[in-house]
């Protein structure tokens, strides 16, 4: 078995050979940059290899899977270069506000709509506040090319089930295609679906600077003709106002699109949409723009990000726990999680992310949560997504284990530019499962991946951000990942005294941390 591993301007392929023990074949970085590349030996890597192209120091090797790596703010923390002052992200959070504008009960005139359009569950996920530096370093991982978070042990994402589970939005449903909205008919949009005066209407779109509304806008109108017993016009304005404080938050943090008053002219069919497709289209554009170094800002549900961390993750991040999901409570799951400030900054979180390892990741933590969201084969559809204008690539052969599948080396990234037939292939989409399931099988592992995908990861993609013993360079291997012990607890207690020992950076032979190896070697026995 040959386990491919990274040091700094070098590739090291470790041969593990069952009566010689384990070999190291350094292959250095030449004058002209390039890594000498040797043909692999199974499917997809090999012609990926034979290309040769220029990589870059800690990977991408193979620069033919992220395209986009030279702009990517992981090129430029490798080399200790930061994004402004601020290392994280200004991020679009509206907790606070949200649950001050929800009120307890609507109406039941506005009930009924609110309950049919499917948009109901958001009216309380919304974290109240966001860990900017938790969300930043996830960020700082994710790649547009895949529509995935890159980790040291292969890729995650957040997928149509993460959401259907942590939000309750409809998976299923029809996409909504772009209106072009000018000023002129967002005034008229506000006076025919809105209720509101033309004067006024003219006056609000012109202070917001281009075809928006401001959400606070949005909520006083909702106040006004619920006082009046204006209903519909009430239940627009709260929608608007509710999505455009979750699934639709962009990075003004006050305003929101006035086309998406379209979604709700026919407030008896807003249901017919797919919510969930709509979520995560627009969490996906955002975090392909904040993933680009020159980029300080992240729109869209900071929630659902944070959240998904917190299921996937129990190990990264501080987290208050509003009940146990064995209390079998069938609310959202985004539900179960409040905000608690955490002490760790970016920088701190990037090096903990680096180690982390699979027996890290509870890779399927919502089979407890199935009585109420059942699993739709429609979230291993492999196609492309979209919302309005923006389209982006859907991969769920990229995260197999998520699914309880053993993860093989997937197929090169969908070119959403040209795609044609979306919606056809979305309706269509069993084909799709049957490609994407068909080339795999069941985990008989929770992490479990074919032989050929990590030293086919570790050339196209980069392991860590930070490179190791940065104030003290030595050319060591990063292993791609620990295998750990297999027992939950006993690999909780390995990571959390793995951590402090980095924390204190702390060495083997130090006389005064024995102790700690010796309980960090048991627990990995285990």
């Given amino acids: 078995m040959t386990l491919t591993l990274v040091a700094p301007g070098k590739i090291l392929h470790v041969i593990a050979d069952g009566r010689r023990g384990l070999g190291i074949v350094v292959r250095r970085r030449g004058a002209d940059g390039r890594i000498p590349v040797r043909t692999l030996d199974r499917g997809a890597s090999s012609s990926a290899a034979a ?65 049919r359009s499917g ?12 860990d900017t530096n938790l969300v930043s370093a996830f960020v700082e991982r994710w790649h547009l090319e895949t529509s995935s978070f890159h980790m040291s042990f292969g890729e995650m994402s957040i997928t149509l089930d993460d959401v259907a589970c942590l939000l309750h939005l409809l998976i299923r449903g029809i996409f909504w295609s772009p209106q072009d909205v000018t000023e002129e008919l967002a005034v008229e949009l506000a006076v025919d679906y809105l209720g509101v005066s033309q004067g006024q209407a003219q006056s609000h779109v012109r202070s917001c600077r281009g075809s928006y509304y401001k959400l606070e806008w949005l909520y006083d109108i909702f106040v006004h003709h619920r006082a009046a017993s ?98 079998n409570c069938g609310l959202p799951r985004a539900m179960r999680w409040s905000y608690r400030q955490g002490v760790l900054k970016v920088d701190d979180l990037r090096p903990i992310l680096d180690e982390l390892t699979p027996t890290d990741v509870i890779w399927r933590p919502f089979e407890d949560h199935r009585a109420w969201r059942v699993f739709d084969e429609i979230c291993l559809y492999r ?33 959403c530019m040209m795609a044609t037939d979306i919606d056809v292939d979305w309706i269509s989409y069993h084909q799709s499962v049957v490609d994407v399931i068909g080339s795999s099988s069941v985990a008989t592992t929770p992490s479990e991946v074919v032989d050929s995908y990590l030293e086919w990861y570790y050339r196209v993609s980069h392991p860590r951000l930070v490179p190791p013993h940065r104030d003290a360079p030595r050319e060591v291997p990063v292993p791609v990942y620990d295998a750990g012990p297999s027992d939950p607890d006993w690999a909780r207690v390995s990571t959390l005294i793995r951590r402090y020992l980095r924390q204190v950076n702390a060495e083997e032979e130090d006389p005064q941390f024995s102790d700690l190896f010796e309980a960090l070697h048991i627990s990995r026995s285990h």
């Avoid at 620069?63 to 991020?91: D, M, Q």
């Avoid at 309005?388 to 090169?412: A, I, K, N």
Wanted: proline residues 7%; hydrophobic residues 35%.
């Fill in 51 to 115: 290309a040769e192209p220029t990589g870059y120091p800690g990977g991408p090797y193979d620069t033919s899977l992220l395209v986009k790596y030279e702009h990517h703010v992981a090129r430029h923390i490798w080399f200790g270069e930061e994004r402004g002052p601020k290392k994280e992200l200004k991020v679009a959070g509206h907790g606070l506000k949200l649950n001050s504008r929800v009120p307890l009960a609507l109406p039941p005139q506005m009930e009924s709509w609110v309950s």
């Fill in 119 to 130: 948009l109901a569950s958001l009216q309380r996920t919304s974290l109240n506040k966001i």
């Fill in 230 to 327: 204006s209903w519909a016009y009430a239940t627009r304005a709260y929608l608007l106002m509710l999505v455009g404080s979750t699934i639709f938050a962009d990075k003004t943090f006050t305003l929101v699109e006035a086309r998406y008053l379209l979604l709700f002219r026919d407030l008896d069919g807003c249901s017919g949409y797919s919510w969930g497709a709509a979520a995560l289209v627009t969490l996906y554009r955002y975090l392909g723009d904040a993933s680009m170094y020159s980029c300080k800002q992240l729109g869209g549900y900071p929630t659902l990000l944070q959240c998904w961390i917190h299921e996937y993750f129990p190990t990264v991040g501080k987290r208050g726990e509003n009940w146990n999901p064995a209390g």
């Fill in 383 to 415: 196609g492309c997504l979209k919302w309005g204008e923006t389209v982006v690539p859907y991969l769920p052969d990229r995260c197999l284990r998520q699914f309880g599948y053993r993860q093989y080396v997937p197929s090169p990234p969908l070119d």
